[in-house]
């Protein structure tokens, strides 16, 4: 079991005794997803809640999510722990738990709509926390190749449904830019060119896409969600392009002029949301403040790593460390201590 009290390291040559705050409870795997909308059935921006629907989504992704905080927790641990046995031990743990999902095959049976378009952000946080987990420890390469297979096989459905099934506007939306994130980080753990490609021109097109004064369009339809829905979709772009770039390979061919149009769009918007209200042409949800949304900017980390933006990371050393559990928990830890060129030459 995931849970036990004692555990085989390095194939077998020791074991180790630990708490039970060093591994995490065993979670069910999810296979089978199957929700409606948060939204009112007649909400044409999708910016009415249905309170009744909302909390049942809520309800059906409780415990993916809470796996993901539980990984992301127990990661964090071991990147800090000095003790090699206890490092590995965490690490180990981790890997076992998306082992057994991996065997489960989960999220795999996504029988509606919504449930395709809400399951990518869930495969990218597993994913993140899987990597960091796994280059900890130089063993379980049986288990490692299970997780591989049913992440490669998650990711090509992932692109299928958005490139065949998903509707205009969530194919390049903030759902887009969650997929992308979750695909690109697939392809760099098992090396595939196909899904590393699919995350470069999907992080393009979320660029593209962008008005001259850094809104997005699609996200500005969200009225007065509009705001929280461009920070929403920043979290995964931004991260997505650093996390390639951090891979060797290069910026993509990413237009990180017109990304920081968007990004400082989006940190004014945060200070004094009118100037999103008058975009938006509704009032704004996300309250005024940078320390107030802490929670939705974890992203300006990588972004700081991405272009050394020094303005940027001034404003973020009251709010650091930033944390993001679908990004890999402690944002700060794992982008805020250097800046990447990404202008060497990509791997090809």
């Known amino acids: 079991m995931v849970a036990s009290t004692m555990i085989v390291l390095l194939g077998g040559l020791s074991s180790v005794s630990y708490a039970k705050e060093q591994c995490l409870d065993p979670r069910e795997p999810v296979v089978s997803l199957d929700f409606g909308s948060r939204y009112k059935a007649d909400s044409k921006f999708r910016s009415d809640i249905d309170t009744e629907s909302d909390a049942e989504v809520t309800k059906a992704l409780k415990t993916i999510d809470v796996f993901i905080q539980d990984l992301t927790r127990i990661v964090g641990k071991a990147q800090t722990e000095e003790d090699p046995e206890k490092q590995a031990a965490m690490s180990t743990c981790v890997v076992n738990a998306v082992y057994d999902w991996a065997k489960a095959d989960a999220l795999s049976d996504l029988r509606t709509m919504n449930a395709k378009l809400a399951a990518p952000a869930r495969l990218g946080g597993i994913a993140i926390a899987y990597a ?13 190749q299970v997780i591989e297979t049913w992440l490669q096989a998650r990711a090509r459905a992932t692109m299928d449904f958005f490139d065949n099934e998903a509707t205009k506007g969530a194919s390049r939306n903030n759902l887009r830019a969650w997929a992308s994130l979750a695909v690109g980080k697939i392809g760099i753990i098992s090396k595939q060119k196909e899904l590393v490609d699919w995350s470069i021109e999907s992080n393009r097109t979320m660029i593209a896409g962008s008005a001259d004064d850094g809104s997005l369009p699609l996200e500005m339809r969200r009225k007065k969600y509009a705001l929280h829905y461009q920070l929403h979709a920043l979290t995964p772009l931004v991260t997505s392009i650093a996390m390639l770039c951090d891979a060797g390979y290069g910026n993509g061919d990413a237009d990180l002029a017109r990304l920081g149009t968007i990004v400082h769009f989006s940190i004014e918007g945060v200070k004094n949301p009118a100037l999103v209200e008058a975009v938006a042409d509704a009032h704004q949800t996300v309250k005024p403040g ?7 900017l974890a992203w300006l980390e990588p972004y700081v790593s991405l272009t ?3 303005g940027i990371s001034a404003e973020l050393a009251d709010l650091r460390p930033l944390l993001n559990s679908k990004l890999g928990g402690d944002v700060t830890r794992i982008y ?6 990404c202008n060497t030459d990509p791997v090809r």
């Open 132 to 144: 960091e987990a796994g280059n900890m420890i130089p063993d379980m390469q049986a288990e490692k």
């Open 336 to 341: 805020g201590k250097s800046h990447t060129d």
């Open 290 to 296: 940078l320390k107030t949304n802490a929670a939705s």
């Open 308 to 310: 050394d933006d020094k």
